[in-house]
């Protein structure tokens, strides 16, 4: 009997198909946090829209949907440019103030248009009296 050394064909087989396996299983969850990851950016940009806003309403007693520009919350057009959205893939829908209560509301929706932006449906930012939750 000879003294072999090394692995048979069988398990070399075992071991490429558990490598195939484990692949298949994160290879969509490493796709999925990518994905989270690139919204990321957009989250940051509608929460420096939304605090404009707010200080906006708060001077002005009044509301915009206007983002660059002056009359408006006074974004230079360039300043909200990210690697995954422009300053046109942000858009305020029904702001409103109440001056009684002291309270806000209004929408804001980010979509992605550029090369490389995230995939999905568009992540909506809502605050309704001064309550915000986000929608993705």
């Known amino acids: 009997m000879r003294n072999r050394k090394g692995f048979t064909l069988i398990e070399l087989?075992?071991?490429v198909l558990i490598v195939?396996?484990?692949a298949a299983v994160i290879v969509p969850l490493m796709t999925?946090?990518?994905?989270?990851?690139?919204?990321?950016e957009a989250r940051a940009a509608m929460?420096?829209?939304?605090?404009?806003l707010r200080a906006y309403t708060a001077e002005n007693e009044a509301t915009t949907t206007t983002i660059v520009g002056t009359p408006g919350l006074g974004f230079k057009p360039n300043e909200l440019e990210g690697k995954y959205f422009t300053t046109t893939n942000y858009v305020i829908t029904n702001p409103s103030y109440d001056s009684v209560n002291g309270t806000m509301s209004y929408t804001i929706t980010a979509t992605a248009s550029?090369?490389?932006?995230?995939?999905?449906?568009?992540?909506?930012?809502?605050?309704?009296?001064?309550?915000?939750?986000?929608?993705?």
């Open 13 to 15: 087989m075992v071991v």
């Open 20 to 22: 195939a396996v484990l």
């Open 32 to 40: 999925s946090r990518i994905n989270s990851a690139k919204w990321s």
């Open 47 to 52: 929460g420096q829209i939304a605090t404009a």
């Open 114 to 136: 550029k090369a490389g932006a995230p995939t999905g449906i568009p992540l909506v930012m809502t605050c309704l009296n001064n309550v915000t939750t986000w929608n993705y």
